[in-house]
C-alpha cells in the first residue's frame, strides 16, 4: 500500500511541483534512504553523512523522474540514491572501485554456484566451482573473499539477478585461508597482481622479494646477483609504473561499463560525463533550467558559473584525456569544499568545470570569484613551478532574475563573459 501511495504523490508531484508534496514524499520515502546508505557502512564515512547523501539523490531523482518511462518511481530512486552516495565516496577516497574483469568474473561463479547447487541439492565447495570453471581452487576462494570486503557494488549488481543468487548461500562455510600476500585486502591484491604482469621480469622478482617474502633490498641485491642500488632504482620506478598501471586500468574499465551503459540508455549514463564521473553539461543544462523554473514559481534565485583551466595547446595535448579528467576530478572536489552542500558541480567542457548554485543569485558573481581563488591557490601548492605556470583560471558567471531572463540566457553570458575575460588578459600580456 505504501509504495501505491508513493507512486501515486509521485505523479501528482510531477504535474504540479509543490514543495509541500515532495517534502512529504521524502519524509515517505526516508525509510528507504536510511536503509540504502546503511549498505555503505563498512565505507568508513560516518552514517549521518551517507544518509545525507541519500537524501540528496532522492531530490534529484523527484526532480528527474518521467513517469512516461513506465519505471516505478522507488525503483527509480533507489538506483539514484545508491549513485549519489557511491559518487560521494569516491570523492571522498574511501572505497576501492571494483575492476570490470572482476566483476565479470563473479557474475560467471553466481551462475556456476546456481547450476550447482541445483545438481548436487546443497551449495558446492570451492573446488566443485574451481572445477566447474578451469580455475585454481585458491583463485576461486580469493574471488569468494572479495565479496565480503567490496563494500559498494555496481548499480546494475544490486538489482539484477546476481544478488538474489546468493541468497541463503553461506560464504562462511566455504574453507577459505585469509590470504596475507602483500599485508593487504584481497580485492587490492588481486588487482596488484594482475597490473604486476605488465611489469618487466626483474622488477616483478624485486618487487615479489620485497613486498611477499619480506627481504630488504640487500638481501635482494645479493639474491638476484645485482648491486643494492639498483634493487633500490627498481623498487622506486616499479611502484610507480604499477600505480600508473592500475590508474589507467580502472580509467579504461570505467570507459567501457560507460559505453555499454549509453549503448543500453542507462540513466546514470546519460548524467554523468564519461571521462571523470562528475555530472555532465547535459545534466547541468538540464537542472538549470528546472532550478530557473523554481526560481520563477517560488521567487528565488539562481547563479551559474564556468570555471576554464587555460594553457596553451601543447600543455594541454601533452596530459592526455585520462590525466586531464584526473585533473578536472580533483579541482571539483576543490570546488566542493568552498561552495554549499546544495551547489552543483560538473564537467562543462573540455578543460573546464561548471557550478550551479541554486537561491546564489546576485552572489554568483562574489561566489564565483572565491571558488577561483582556491582553484588557484590548488594549482600553486599542488603542482610543481613548471605545471603551474602553464595553468590558469577562468571565470564566467550569470544568475537569474536581475541579471538574465532564463537558463538559457544564463549560459550564454556566463560563456561571453568567459570570452571576455580571455580578451582582456591576452590584451594586459601584449601590452
Known sequence: MLKRDTEEQVLEYCQTRELELRDAITIQLSGLVESIARKFIGSGEPIEDLIQEGYLGLLNALDLFKPEKGVKFTTYATHLIIGQIKHYLRDKGKIIKEPAWLQELNSKINRVVNELSARYGRPPSTQEIAEFLGMTTKAVEDVLMTREVFKVSSLDAIYEDEEEEWNGYDLEKLNCEPCQVFNLPIEERVVVETAMQQLKQIEQQVLHLFFNEGYNQTEIAHQLKISCNYVSHILRNATQKLRRIISEAEWLDEQRFRARA?????????????????????????????????????????????????????????????????????ASAVVREAVRKADIVGRYGHASLGLLMPYAGDHAPSIAARVAGALTEWLETTFSPNMRQRFEVRIGWAFYPRDCDDAEQILRTAEQRLREQRARQRLEEAA
Open 262 to 330: 549509453l549503448e543500453r540508455g542507462d540513466f546514470e549514463a546519460r548524467i554523468l560525463d564519461p571521462q571523470t564521473g562528475l555530472f555532465s553539461a547535459d545534466y547541468l543544462s538540464v537542472r538549470l533550467r528546472e532550478e530557473v523554473q523554481r526560481a520563477a514559481r517560488y521567487d528565488q534565485s539562481v547563479g551559474f558559473a564556468i570555471f576554464e583551466f587555460v594553457a596553451e595547446k601543447s600543455a594541454l595535448d601533452s596530459l592526455g584525456e585520462f590525466a586531464l579528467g584526473e585533473l578536472l576530478l580533483q
